[in-house]
């Protein structure tokens, strides 16, 4: 079920919100996008807010999605508890179902089945609540306890074919169109601009990315209508989708996420992939100052996907040449486990502001 919506007055945005977390709905391209606010409890001196872009890749909806909104929830709450109101978008916001990851990973995982009923279930299991978009599709599970004994090491796919048949009965087969996060980003940020009374801020503006959401983020603060922030705070975020200057092995892996920015992003050539590369991008002067938080070991030293995704240091280089300051934060173990020790750098990031 969604989460109560608070509506808000759009006029002069007076209206007060209440302390502690409340949702706002707007509208982009007939969609409805939902800000998730964290606000600060008592009064204390007026601050920025930040407008934090939280990204869950295909994660955007269904079991998984209902995971990672209460993972990123811990963001905005650390936010709120140091002083200053956080309003966090989700974007891209792209179900996994609508990927064609499932078949991927369904086709490696296959032969895993070999090893016995117990391992046929768990990954039939795994299989079909990554699959699910509807209530229906849930319905499926009933036919993990039996489907191995019957079909064998056949369960996995067959039961994954009758998966896909039902959500194309359903309407859910061609996949969306994929949002326009860069829209979703903007309207996020207006929306913020003009409700600094309600919020209780000083009108300033920190923008902040996590993840696949740093991406769009970055991309955001560099685009030419972007308003000048007061700072930019990306967190373990994703800086290029660039594949054509990839040797070795690399060349290898090339097509896979090719494909993989094809079906999150819709982009599906060169041309795209470089645009939609923020350390690419950068080409205008900047002002402020850029903190670039990356974790110790984001995959836990896994090759070289951990560098693929998560380099910082061309980025890096790119915004210096145009002039910002640039402050790189190591924070916490790994991609997932920093929002643990994330109050280390947002307690005093908030007292500096």
């Given at each position: 079920s969604r989460p109560p919506i608070e509506t808000m007055a759009e006029g002069n945005?007076?209206?007060?919100?209440?302390?502690?977390?409340?949702?706002?709905?707007?509208?982009?391209?007939?969609?409805d996008v939902q800000l998730r606010i964290?606000?600060?409890?008592?009064?204390?001196?007026?601050?920025?807010?930040?407008?934090?872009?939280?990204?869950l890749l295909w994660l955007g909806t269904g079991f998984l999605g209902r995971i990672g909104l209460t993972f990123n929830d811990m963001f905005g709450r650390t936010f709120a508890r140091n002083g200053v109101a956080c309003v966090q978008i989700h974007t891209p916001q792209r179900h996994m179902a609508h990927t064609r990851l499932p078949e991927l990973a369904s086709l490696i995982l296959w032969p895993l089945t070999l090893?016995?009923?117990?391992?046929?279930?768990?990954?039939?299991?795994?299989?079909?609540?990554?699959?699910?978009?509807?209530?229906?599709?849930?319905?499926l599970l009933l036919l993990v306890p039996w489907a191995p004994g019957i079909l064998?090491?056949?369960?996995?796919?067959?039961?994954?074919?009758?998966?896909?048949?039902?959500?194309?009965?359903?309407?859910?087969?061609?996949?969306?169109?994929?949002?326009?996060?860069?829209?979703?980003?903007?309207?996020?940020?207006?929306?913020?601009?003009?409700?600094?009374?309600?919020?209780?801020?000083?009108?300033?503006?920190?923008?902040?990315?996590?993840?696949?959401?740093?991406?769009?983020?970055?991309?955001?603060?560099?685009?030419?209508?972007a308003p000048e922030f007061h700072s930019v705070v990306m967190v373990s975020g994703i800086y290029t989708l660039d594949t054509s200057t990839w040797t070795g092995g690399r060349r290898v892996l090339a097509p896979i996420f090719n494909e993989i920015f094809k079906d999150i992003l819709g982009v599906d050539s060169e041309e795209e992939r470089i645009k939609q590369s923020p350390e690419l991008q950068?080409?205008?002067?900047?002002?402020?100052?850029?903190?670039?938080?990356?974790?110790?070991?984001?995959?836990?030293?896994?090759?070289?996907?951990?560098d693929i995704l998560f380099g910082t240091q061309r980025l890096k280089a790119a915004l210096e040449a145009q002039g910002a300051t640039v402050k790189p934060v190591a924070c916490g173990l790994n991609h997932w486990?920093?929002?643990?020790?994330?109050?280390?750098?947002?307690?005093?990031?908030?007292?500096?502001?």
């Open positions: 945005g007076k209206s007060q919100l209440p302390a502690g977390r409340s949702f706002h709905t707007t509208t982009v391209d007939g969609r964290f606000k600060p409890e008592g009064k204390g001196p007026k601050k920025p807010a930040v407008v934090m872009v939280c990204g090893l016995g009923g117990g391992v046929s279930m768990f990954l039939l299991a795994g299989d079909l609540l990554l699959l699910a978009t509807s209530p229906i599709d849930l319905g064998g090491p056949l369960a996995l796919p067959a039961v994954h074919l009758l998966a896909r048949l039902v959500q194309k009965l359903q309407g859910t087969m061609p996949f969306p169109k994929h949002r326009d996060y860069m829209k979703e980003v903007t309207a996020a940020v207006e929306w913020v601009q003009k409700s600094s009374d309600a919020l209780g801020t000083d009108g300033r503006i920190v923008l902040c990315g996590y993840s696949s959401g740093g991406h769009c983020a970055s991309r955001y603060a560099l685009s030419e209508g950068v080409k205008r002067k900047l002002r402020g100052e850029w903190y670039l938080l990356s974790a110790k070991m984001e995959l836990m030293g896994l090759q070289p996907f951990e486990l920093l929002v643990l020790s994330i109050e280390d750098f947002i307690r005093p990031f908030c007292e500096s502001l």
